[in-house]
């Protein structure tokens, strides 16, 4: 069976984002494939391509259908900041205990880990220790920063955008945190820059004053049911409601992504 090119795209974000075992099997199943031949953790897919490999039409409320759709509401986190204190390779540590303060937390975790940083492994241990809100987390993160390097040798550059995406909060309660951030991750191998639009699940854990990954940086990740027009552009507010508001159909997805309420980050990418 021939992979769909967005099934494709989904599976080297799930890899790219250090998803764990279950989330390989789910983007196998997507591509067709045995879960035993999982795709490389980094290839050159076109994101703009769609299900049935023809390019996608512009989503309703982006600036070239003149839709009047009102656009996502600005919220109070700011992508790249919060914290008090500075941590390895610069990652901003001591969030307030407050639900902008995991939104922040989540944000910047998700942006530093998943990025070219990991290709220094004392660096990556050093995140992940500073990181984990236990040692079975430190644990995992370790492993799956390990495994991820092998495929890094031809990436030049590899990091997640947050200020031209969206965030949500699927959960909070003081105690715990479910954060979806919604956003590209863009990497350079052999000269070939691509672009990849997921949405992101982080869960945290208020621990020893401060917010910790629990199991693992990215808990789940999926696509939206369309990617901006212009994948390397910045959508405009409208398109990103109009992209967030629908439900994804592909199996394997976070399908809940259209009941939340997304919001752009404060200092979000114009």
Same mark, same amino acid.
Do not use: C
């Given at each position: 069976?021939?992979?769909? =090119?967005?099934?494709?795209?989904?599976?080297?974000?799930?890899?790219?984002?250090?998803?764990?075992?279950?989330?390989?099997? /789910?983007?196998?199943?997507?591509?067709?494939?045995?879960? &035993?031949?999982?795709?490389?953790?980094?290839?050159?897919?076109?994101?703009?391509?769609?299900?049935? %490999?023809?390019?996608?039409?512009?989503? =309703?409320?982006?600036?070239?259908?003149?839709?009047?759709?009102? %656009?996502?509401?600005?919220?109070?986190?700011?992508?790249?900041?919060?914290?008090?204190?500075?941590?390895?390779?610069?990652?901003?540590?001591?969030?307030?205990?407050?639900?902008?303060? *995991?939104?922040?937390?989540? &944000?910047?975790?998700?942006?530093?880990?998943?990025?070219?940083?990991?290709?220094?492994?004392?660096?990556?241990?050093?995140?992940?220790?500073? &990181?984990?809100?236990?040692?079975?987390?430190? !644990?995992?993160?370790?492993?799956?920063?390990?495994?991820?390097?092998? %495929?890094?040798?031809?990436?030049?550059?590899?990091?997640?955008?947050?200020?031209? %995406?969206?965030?949500? /909060?699927?959960?909070?309660?003081?105690?715990?945190?479910?954060?979806?951030?919604?956003? =590209?991750?863009?990497?350079?191998?052999?000269?070939?820059?691509?672009?990849?639009?997921?949405?992101?699940?982080?869960?945290?854990?208020? /621990?020893?004053?401060?917010?910790? @990954? &629990?199991?693992? @940086?990215?808990?789940?990740?999926?696509?939206?049911?369309?990617?901006?027009?212009?994948?390397?552009?910045?959508?405009?507010?409208?398109?990103?409601?109009?992209?967030?508001?629908?439900?994804?159909?592909?199996?394997?997805?976070?399908?809940?992504?259209?009941?939340?309420?997304?919001?752009?980050? *404060?200092?979000? !990418?114009?």
């Amino acid at each position: 069976m021939t992979a769909r =090119p967005n099934r494709k795209i989904v599976a080297l974000a799930a890899l790219a984002a250090l998803v764990v075992v279950a989330v390989i099997a /789910v983007a196998a199943y997507r591509l067709g494939q045995d879960t &035993t031949n999982a795709p490389a953790p980094f290839g050159t897919p076109t994101p703009s391509t769609t299900a049935s %490999g023809s390019s996608p039409s512009p989503a =309703p409320g982006s600036p070239s259908t003149g839709s009047s759709q009102p %656009g996502l509401p600005q919220g109070p986190a700011r992508a790249g900041e919060g914290g008090r204190m500075t941590g390895p390779a610069g990652l901003p540590l001591g969030y307030d205990h407050t639900q902008t303060g *995991a939104v922040q937390a989540a &944000t910047n975790y998700l942006t530093w880990m998943n990025s070219i940083r990991i290709k220094d492994k004392n660096t990556a241990d050093a995140m992940a220790t500073a &990181t984990a809100a236990d040692h079975k987390t430190r !644990a995992a993160m370790i492993e799956s920063f390990d495994l991820l390097r092998t %495929g890094l040798d031809n990436v030049s550059d590899a990091q997640t955008e947050p200020t031209r %995406g969206a965030y949500a /909060v699927q959960h909070y309660d003081g105690a715990s945190a479910s954060i979806y951030v919604w956003a =590209p991750y863009v990497f350079t191998q052999s000269g070939h820059a691509s672009q990849l639009w997921s949405i992101f699940e982080i869960r945290l854990d208020w /621990v020893d004053g401060d917010w910790k @990954l &629990t199991k693992a @940086l990215v808990s789940r990740i999926g696509g939206t049911a369309v990617d901006p027009a212009d994948p390397t552009g910045n959508p405009s507010s409208a398109e990103k409601q109009s992209i967030l508001s629908r439900t994804p159909a592909d199996p394997g997805e976070i399908t809940d992504s259209a009941e939340q309420e997304w919001l752009e980050y *404060a200092n979000a !990418a114009r």
